[in-house]
């Protein structure tokens, strides 16, 4: 899927805004501080229903205006197909949601349309800080591609509330916990048993990616399920089930798994550096870009803010060229258009200048 059109009303600094990007690499450059962010932001909310950034609603609409506005046309590159979507999001919180003119309540319709990936300075949190970004990144690969994943998680979801309401009404005994264990159970073996297939998957192309920056090391995703490896999942509720009834929620299960990176054996924490990290991470995003790709047969759409910051000019280069070779539409920030547009020499490349809010056409 590519973006052909976007409108941005009242995003942060962006009062108005209409932008007709290139099917390949675009370069949106300015100051810091003028707004050239923001246009990623706004790409990604249309993938996401929210921005990367913030999740408060008013810090994103913009000063003295009710409701912001995004709209996109976006183009399949396999079939032509147009669809036009978009959405309002009032500070107050709530939102309109539009496909081809019809109105939507679920923003799953967008981010099935709009697969986005996002490479930022800040992404190494990604393999550094708490699991929940990293079950994030599986789920959000199992969402696009693996069809029954998404009323899996929805199963499990429902049983897990309702376990934890009995848990913490301390009527677990009463209200036939053991019945609701086994079903608990069943749903979170398929969704562990979905994500485990899905790392394997990308452990095939993981060391292809990396190997274009950190060719030294072997990589490899390990999956820690949430619950002890010898165990099943029904196994190990029984067995945390006086802890979870003095707690109230359930301490075992899918919401506790992650991933973790292993380079040469070792956790990906223990042995790179904070540049060798974020090339790491650039190469996870490409990975799960390329298997959408393979598995689907369509782009994701790829957002890159400050692609020079804390990479060397040999490094930039890899990850200029990495991009080309994606095949995907691709949005890049920097603060100089000459930081960057040397590096596409080859490609259809778009500039956009962007000051005080305002974007022009370079």
């Known amino acids: 899927m590519q973006i052909n059109q976007l409108v941005i009303a009242h995003f942060r600094n962006i009062t108005n805004a209409q932008l007709e990007p290139s099917r390949h690499v675009n370069i949106i450059y300015g100051e810091n501080g003028s707004g050239k962010t923001s246009v990623l932001e706004a790409i990604y909310s249309l993938?996401?229903?929210?921005?990367?950034?913030?999740?408060?609603?008013?810090?994103?609409?913009?000063d003295e205006n009710e409701a912001l506005t995004l709209f996109t046309r976006v183009q399949d590159a396999e079939d032509g197909e147009m669809q036009k979507v978009g959405f309002r999001r009032f500070r107050n919180g709530d939102t309109e949601i539009r496909m081809n003119g019809e109105s939507e309540k679920r923003f799953s319709l967008l981010a099935k349309l709009m697969p986005i990936q996002l490479i930022t300075p800040e992404g190494v949190t990604l393999v550094t800080d708490g699991p929940k970004e990293r079950r994030q990144y599986m789920d959000w690969g199992l969402f696009h591609v693996e069809q029954s994943y998404y009323p899996q998680w929805l199963t499990f979801s429902r049983l897990l509330k309702q376990r934890n309401s009995l848990l913490k009404q301390r009527s677990y005994h009463q209200q036939g916990g053991a019945y609701w264990d086994q079903q608990l159970a069943t749903a979170g073996?398929?969704?562990?048993?979905?994500?485990?297939?899905?790392?394997?998957?990308?452990?095939?192309?993981?060391?292809?990616?990396?190997?274009?920056?950190?060719?030294?090391?072997?990589?490899?995703?390990?999956?820690?399920?949430?619950?002890?490896?010898?165990?099943?999942?029904?196994e190990a509720l029984a067995a945390k089930l006086e802890l979870d009834l003095r707690q109230g929620f359930t301490s075992v299960g899918p919401t506790k798994a992650e991933?973790?990176?292993?380079?040469?054996?070792?956790?990906?924490?223990?042995?790179?550096?904070?540049?060798?990290?974020?090339?790491?991470?650039?190469?996870?995003?490409?990975?799960?870009?390329?298997?959408?790709?393979?598995?689907?047969?369509?782009?994701?759409?790829?957002?890159?803010?400050?692609?020079?910051?804390?990479?060397?000019?040999?490094?930039?280069?890899?990850?200029?060229?990495?991009?080309?070779?994606?095949?995907?539409?691709?949005?890049?920030t920097a603060i100089r258009k000459e930081e960057l547009q040397h590096r596409f020499e080859n490609a259809e490349v778009r500039l956009f200048h962007v000051e005080q809010g305002t974007i022009k056409n370079d």
Do not use: M
């Not at 090391?217 to 999942?233: A, I, K, N, S, V």
């Open 47 to 62: 993938g996401f229903g929210r921005s990367f950034r913030t999740h408060q609603v008013r810090q994103v609409v913009q």
């Open 189 to 234: 073996e398929a969704v562990t048993k979905a994500r485990a297939a899905y790392l394997t998957g990308l452990n095939r192309q993981l060391n292809k990616y990396c190997q274009q920056f950190l060719p030294q090391y072997e990589f490899e995703f390990r999956l820690l399920q949430g619950w002890q490896e010898q165990q099943t999942l029904s």
């Open 259 to 332: 991933w973790q990176i292993r380079v040469d054996g070792v956790d990906a924490r223990e042995r790179l550096s904070r540049g060798q990290l974020k090339l790491l991470v650039a190469a996870l995003r490409l990975v799960q870009s390329a298997d959408y790709a393979e598995r689907l047969g369509k782009r994701c759409v790829i957002l890159v803010d400050d692609l020079p910051a804390e990479l060397d000019a040999d490094n930039q280069q890899r990850l200029c060229n990495a991009l080309l070779e994606s095949g995907s539409q691709v949005f890049i």
